[in-house]
């Protein structure tokens, strides 16, 4: 009803700038395909709300599998709230043709051109290669990172879920205290070293005190409280183990 609303308005208001990127966006959740890149053209044309129209008409091609020109798209876009959506599906973009060399070398480059988004070019650059299955190069990739940006938190906490993946428990741990020991209250190094050490370790208490801590700053999210059933289990206080695995079974089913 609302795309049919927007649509009434732009017979009479056809380059309203306010009404073409509404619709186009409602359009575009509607899977009306066809509308949306209609007003997202017409954005093009009165050259407003550039970047996002390159973003979304990018989206649009690679739906109708018309992938050089989803590329040609997603490298139009700008600086802003949709370069790095379009960056990350640029990438994926090209890895999925198999071109992760190509996509490699572009995050390269922008690491010199974008300084300030380097430590998510560097994670992205490591998905990348995770997600084709080149663990080790993933790996090499964050360490080249955290010595690059060694304050970086966040390439810290993606170096340490891939040294657990490669089995190497103890990399894990160095890499989430270092976290905490720059931001004791990181809920997400918190958790993770919790089931680490519940899972690769017969540290429960100290597991159990770092996932209560995760759980006191964020009560109801369901992974943490299932590392809380998990820690429970294993020091054998079975009737509070169910119920947390119960809860986050609810949460996350």
Do not use: C
Not at 48 to 61: P, V
Not at 71 to 85: I, S, Y
Not at 153 to 169: G, P, Q, T, V
Not at 200 to 221: G, K, V, W, Y
Request: charged content about 20%.
């Amino acid at each position: 009803a609302a795309e049919q609303a927007f649509a009434k308005l732009l017979a009479t208001h056809s380059n309203n700038e306010s009404l073409l990127y509404s619709h186009a966006i409602i359009a575009f959740e509607n899977d009306n395909i066809a509308a949306a890149k209609k007003s997202f053209e017409q954005l093009q044309i009165i050259e407003r709300h550039i970047n996002a129209s390159h973003y979304y008409l990018g989206q649009i091609a690679q739906q109708q599998q018309q992938l050089s020109e989803a590329e040609h798209f997603f490298r139009q876009v700008g600086k802003g709230t949709f370069f790095m959506p379009a960056t990350q599906q640029l990438v994926k973009l090209q890895a999925s043709q198999g071109s992760i060399d190509k996509a490699r070398t572009y995050l390269t480059s922008l690491r010199k051109t974008t300084p300030d988004k380097a430590a998510q070019f560097w994670a992205l650059e490591a998905e990348l290669l995770s997600i084709n299955n080149q663990l080790s190069a993933a790996y090499a990739v964050l360490n080249q990172a955290v010595l690059a940006l060694p304050e970086q938190l966040m390439l810290r906490i993606e170096r340490a879920f891939l040294s657990e993946r490669l089995n190497n428990f103890s990399a894990t741990e160095k890499d989430l205290q270092f976290v905490l020991s720059r931001d004791p209250q990181n809920v997400t190094a918190l958790n993770a070293l919790g089931y680490t050490l519940t899972n690769n370790s017969s540290r429960f208490e100290e597991a159990l005190a770092l996932i209560s801590q995760a759980i006191t700053l964020r009560p109801n999210d369901g992974a943490i409280i299932d590392s809380l059933g998990w820690v429970q289990y294993h020091l054998g206080d079975w009737q509070a183990a169910i119920q947390n695995l119960e809860r986050a079974y609810e949460i996350l089913p």
